[in-house]
C-alpha cells in the first residue's frame, strides 16, 4: 500500500466514524515528512458552522499545533473532493500535495458534489450566481488601511 493510501484510508476510517457520530461523511489527515501533524473531520452538524469541512478543521488543528498559519511542506489527504474553500485554505497555507479518495462524480447521487460550485467560480464575477461588486471606499481620515499595515511590516525605523 502506497503512502498516499494509506492516509487516505485513514481519512475514510475519519468520514466513517463521523458519520456514526451523526456527521458528514468527510475525513482529512495533514501529513508532513510522512508523519500525520493533524487530523479533521466535518463539524458542519456539530458546529452550525458551514466552513467546519474536514479539511478546514483538519488546517486549523495542523497550524495550532505547528504554531504557524504556514503548512509550507504538508500533504493533506482528504475523503471526498475538496471544496473551493478547503482548496483556496490549502493554496494560502502553502500546503504542497493533496489527495483525495472521492471524486465529485462519486458523490453527485448522494448531494456530496461541489462540481457547481466550482463551475459557477469560473465564472466572470458579474455572472456568478452570487451578487459580488468591488466598491472603492476609504476611511476619511487616518491612514490607509494597506499602507499602515505594510508600515507596521517594516517595524521600527
Request: glycine fraction near 8%; charge should be negative; include cysteine.
Amino acid at each position: 500500500m502506497s503512502q498516499a493510501q494509506r492516509f487516505l484510508c485513514e481519512a475514510i476510517e475519519l468520514a466513517q466514524a463521523n458519520m456514526e457520530q451523526g456527521g458528514r461523511p468527510f475525513g482529512a489527515v495533514v501529513v508532513r515528512d510522512g508523519e500525520v501533524v493533524a487530523t479533521g473531520v466535518n463539524e458542519i452538524i456539530a458546529t452550525h458552522d458551514p466552513t467546519a469541512h474536514a479539511e478546514m478543521t483538519a488546517l486549523r488543528a495542523a497550524s495550532r499545533k505547528l504554531a504557524s498559519p504556514s503548512l509550507a511542506g504538508c500533504a493533506v489527504y482528504a475523503s471526498g473532493h475538496p471544496c473551493p474553500m478547503c482548496m483556496a485554505a490549502m493554496r494560502l497555507s502553502g500546503v504542497s500535495e493533496v489527495y483525495y479518495a472521492y471524486s465529485n462524480d462519486d458523490g453527485a447521487p448522494f448531494g456530496l458534489s461541489t462540481a457547481a460550485i466550482y463551475a459557477d467560480l469560473a465564472k466572470p464575477f458579474a455572472e456568478q450566481s452570487m451578487k459580488i461588486a468591488y466598491v472603492p471606499v476609504r476611511r476619511e481620515t487616518g491612514p490607509d488601511l494597506y499602507a499602515e499595515w505594510k508600515r507596521r511590516q517594516a517595524g521600527p525605523a
